[in-house]
């Protein structure tokens, strides 16, 4: 069942969605099995031979009335290191000229900005965040590219995203964090969660390589308060 | 233990799948045939959701370390233990040393290959099931390889001998109608276009996957605009991109996705989705969610109700 709490892409209707789906799991709605956020809908996952399509649907209508900011706990704050440099950052030359400014200007409109996870989607991990100053809206490229590395930093329209698995994506690159967003191989394989704020911390190249060795031997987590 | 001499061309552990972690990215995975897969474990005497392999259009070749209690269901391949033929969707006891091999899928695309005590690779996220883009769960993430060796759950006490009516091994093959529930953005398409798509009959594509099967046939119109800002993806959800050709999402599905979704094929007719072999042709009927839930009642009930024939 998909419910649809407004239109278009705006932080009002998000947090509602994110309070629908923070109700149902608190309520234990019986026969909800599954909950998918995204930006003004909430999928759910149920089962029929626990609860009828009607029945839920007046469950869930009741529920979205209540479904506000207040109804939430705090977000958590997520700080990421991000190195715009070089190779980590191939677009932010271009995207600057662009946008008509320096990179220097760029960066720190980009670091200086607190971005919103509104969901997590696509592949494992991979946060659809808003949050730069107007001025870094820029159209998405015009081709492509087939492979983006893991933990690059990139925005498109007036999204920022972190590609957290090698994929395809049409989003400039403006830096890499060395964090990694997503490992199969860890307990809790996925860092970000819808809801969380992110802020991004610039380091240079020195830094990355480090955090890079730090996290790759287990020894590495980013601030999260 | 077993020992994979040949993987074949896709062989995954699979078991019930992983859920509640769709809202991080992360899709359930598990069996795309699961009737045929609970069927193979019950055979073998596990619980309906133990581990156990998913082959694609090829089998594998497999060795007994130690003996061991197997059964092969699913696409119609040629199974055969110590070179002799075996039968399928029958269980079969195995001696240390033992080789099976299943050839080539004559109908169908995918099998399952069961071991009593069930597949005993690590559980991630509460799931053995193998996510090979996430590279999670299975065997570290991959497809079985050759040299393998596939750890085995406690075995319990030698299983009876026993197979599956011929009535309850599903037919793969022909043009099989899918019931569909039309929505959730249905009202994106013309008419015309969901009059293509209900007439239609669509030819599956060998770029099909576990992740969704791609189609082609008679293009389905948009009325306005083919992207939507993403949303949720759920299984079997159509989605037509712009050049009006539907995908039909299966186990290994994106979570959120930005095409317009015309319809949902129903759980109980996933397996029919992707045992259907490339170039074989789909076509789709609309039905209620009223409806959608008593038919998917019905094969419930009629998965359960099946026994197991004892054989000498």
């Known amino acids: 069942m998909l419910v649809e709490l407004g239109e278009g892409i705006s932080v009002d209707v998000n947090t509602r969605v994110r309070a629908l789906e923070y109700l149902i799991a608190q309520k234990a709605v019986p026969g909800v099995v599954e909950t998918v956020p995204t930006y003004s809908a909430l999928l759910v996952y149920y089962d029929p031979s626990i609860v009828g399509y009607d029945g839920l649907c007046g469950q869930l209508a009741?529920?979205?009335?209540?479904?506000?900011?207040?109804?939430?706990?705090?977000?958590?704050?997520?700080?990421?290191?991000?190195?715009?440099?070089g190779e980590l950052g191939p677009d932010v030359e271009a995207a600057a000229q662009r946008l008509e400014l320096s990179v220097d200007e760029l960066v720190r409109l980009h670091e200086g900005a607190e971005y919103l996870v509104y969901f997590i989607g696509f592949t494992p991990g991979l946060p659809y965040m808003t949050g730069a100053p107007e001025r870094l809206t820029i159209a998405r490229l015009d081709n492509p590219r087939v492979k983006v590395p893991a933990g690059s930093v990139a925005i498109g329209g007036i999204q920022c995203c972190i590609y957290p698995v090698e994929s395809p994506g049409g989003f400039w690159l403006l830096g890499r964090t060395p964090v990694r967003l997503y490992d199969p191989e860890a307990s809790e394989p996925i860092l970000l969660k819808p809801g969380d704020r992110v802020r991004f911390r610039r380091i240079e190249r020195r830094e990355y390589n480090d955090i890079a060795e730090r996290v790759a031997a287990g020894r590495f987590r980013p601030v999260i308060r | 233990m077993i020992h994979v001499l040949d993987p074949g061309p896709q062989t995954t552990v699979q078991d019930a799948g992983r859920s509640g972690h769709m809202r991080y990215g992360i899709p359930p995975s598990g069996p795309v045939d699961r009737h045929s897969f609970v069927l193979a474990n019950r055979l073998v005497g596990n619980p309906d959701g133990a581990a156990a392999l998913e082959f694609t259009l090829m089998g594998p070749r497999l060795r007994a370390e130690t003996p061991c209690t197997i059964a092969v269901t699913g696409a119609d391949a040629p199974l055969t233990l110590n070179d002799a033929a075996a039968p399928v969707w029958t269980t079969l006891t195995l001696a240390a040393g033992d080789v099976v091999r299943i050839g080539a899928a004559r109908a169908g695309v995918r099998g399952y290959v069961a071991v009593a005590g069930g597949i005993d690779v690590p559980p991630v996220l509460g799931s053995r099931s193998t996510y090979l883009r996430g590279r999670m769960g299975g065997v570290h993430?991959?497809?079985?390889?050759?040299?393998?060796?596939?750890?085995?759950?406690?075995?319990?006490?030698?299983?009876?001998?026993?197979?599956?009516?011929?009535?309850?091994?599903?037919?793969?093959?022909?043009?099989?109608?899918?019931?569909?529930?039309?929505?959730?953005?249905?009202?994106?398409?013309?008419?015309?276009?969901?009059?293509?798509?209900?007439?239609?009959?669509?030819?599956?594509?060998?770029?099909?996957?576990?992740?969704?099967?791609?189609?082609?046939?008679?293009?389905?119109?948009?009325?306005?605009?083919?992207?939507?800002?993403?949303?949720?993806?759920?299984?079997?959800?159509?989605?037509?991109?712009?050049?009006?050709?539907?995908?039909?999402?299966?186990?290994?599905?994106?979570?959120?996705?930005?095409?317009?979704?015309?319809?949902?094929?129903?759980?109980?007719?996933?397996?029919?989705?992707?045992?259907?072999?490339?170039?074989?042709?789909?076509?789709?009927?609309?039905?209620?969610?009223?409806t959608a839930h008593r038919l998917l009642k019905e094969s419930d009930a009629a998965l359960a109700r099946v026994e197991l024939e004892e054989i000498a």
């Open chain 2, 141 to 290: 993430g991959r497809p079985v390889a050759r040299d393998d060796r596939l750890p085995l759950g406690a075995a319990p006490a030698a299983p009876r001998r026993r197979t599956v009516p011929s009535e309850a091994r599903p037919k793969w093959g022909g043009e099989p109608a899918l019931r569909v529930v039309l929505g959730p953005q249905a009202d994106r398409f013309t008419d015309e276009g969901i009059a293509a798509f209900l007439g239609g009959s669509y030819e599956v594509l060998p770029q099909s996957d576990r992740m969704g099967v791609r189609l082609r046939g008679a293009r389905i119109a948009h009325a306005r605009g083919h992207d939507i800002i993403s949303d949720g993806i759920a299984l079997g959800a159509v989605q037509v991109p712009g050049d009006g050709q539907p995908i039909v999402l299966l186990v290994d599905r994106q979570s959120t996705g930005g095409y317009t979704k015309i319809a949902t094929v129903c759980s109980f007719d996933i397996a029919r989705v992707g045992q259907a072999k490339p170039g074989q042709r789909l076509r789709f009927t609309a039905v209620d969610v009223a």
């Open chain 1, 62 to 85: 009741a529920l979205a009335e209540q479904a506000t900011t207040t109804a939430m706990p705090p977000a958590r704050e997520v700080e990421l290191p991000c190195c715009y440099e």
